[in-house]
């Protein structure tokens, strides 16, 4: 059974969905223009087992729009929803692209909040100069005809035709983006100037996958791979899959989690 609501927290009202049963909370945090949506096939390829909390971020879905967002207040974001859902013991965080740098922030500022995390071609923000004029460019596109400007140039470098075959999980996908709020969309897109992982991921303590993806042209998974090597213990996969992995290939997503959070990570 699934049931859903809205909480104000931060000063943000926050949409949210709780659905499934088991010894443990998994936490799934949307990529950027997704929203619960984006999670509705690997919940439906994980089975039960698993509390599973998804929830619309600041600025996407049936959340509140927010034209200013930082890392620090997503974080706290998600920390509030879950006192406010009075979920007290550690949760398994998942996430792809810049929702699995929110997982890994989560887990820095509250380690004894996570109990694993998951994350498929993980951003970690910084923003090179050139990275951020061709950001400019594009928002400058969505600033003048919103979303439909910039949605089939997007994606067609983050869901690649060979991740198309299933055309309408894709047709679905791409309406969603088209949906977004113009403002929260383009707020979110300089999201990854304004932090930068990378030197602490040697802090992180927890269980971690990491999941890098053969079909991703953004993060390239030898990058991801990278990243997974600065984390502590971490395991490192490669997956058919692309940027947005719990959209494009959510059964293979599901499988990985499934196996991970299964073994070793589980039972800590």
């Known amino acids: 059974m699934r049931r859903s609501d809205w909480i104000e927290v931060g000063g943000a009202s926050l949409h949210w969905a709780v659905s499934g049963t088991g010894p443990a909370t998994l936490v799934l945090v949307h ?3 997704g929203s619960i949506e984006s999670w509705d096939e690997v919940v439906e390829a994980l ?9 619309d971020q600041r600025g996407f879905g049936r959340s509140e729009k927010s034209t200013q967002l930082s890392m620090e207040q997503m ?19 998942a996430g792809a692209a810049l929702g699995a740098a929110l997982c890994m922030a989560f887990a820095l500022r509250h ?17 090179p100069a050139a990275a951020m004029q061709a950001t400019q460019a594009r928002m400058e596109l969505v600033r003048q005809g919103g979303l439909r400007a910039v949605t089939d140039i997007m994606l067609a470098v983050t869901y690649p035709a060979a991740l198309r075959l299933d ?59 990278e990243l997974a090597a600065l984390i502590p213990g971490a395991v490192y996969e490669q ?5 947005y992995m719990p959209v494009q290939t959510p059964a293979l997503f599901a499988e990985h989690l499934r196996a991970f959070l299964g073994g070793a990570a589980f039972k800590q």
């Open 75 to 93: 974080v706290d974001d998600l920390a509030a929803l879950l006192e406010a859902l009075q979920i007290k013991t550690p949760v398994f965080l």
């Open 31 to 33: 990529e950027m223009g």
């Open 47 to 55: 089975g039960e087992g698993f509390q599973v909390l998804r929830y």
């Open 239 to 243: 997956a058919d899959s692309g940027h």
């Open 167 to 225: 055309q309408q999980r894709f047709e679905r996908y791409r309406q969603q983006w088209l949906v977004n709020d113009p403002e929260s969309f383009i707020a979110f897109n300089f999201l990854p100037g304004s932090f930068d992982l990378l030197p602490r991921l040697p802090e992180l303590a927890c269980p971690c996958l990491v999941i890098g993806c053969s079909l991703d042209a953004v993060r390239p998974a030898a990058r991801s791979a």
């Open 111 to 127: 380690p004894d909040l996570v109990k694993a995390l998951v994350l498929s071609s993980p951003a970690t923000g910084g923003m």
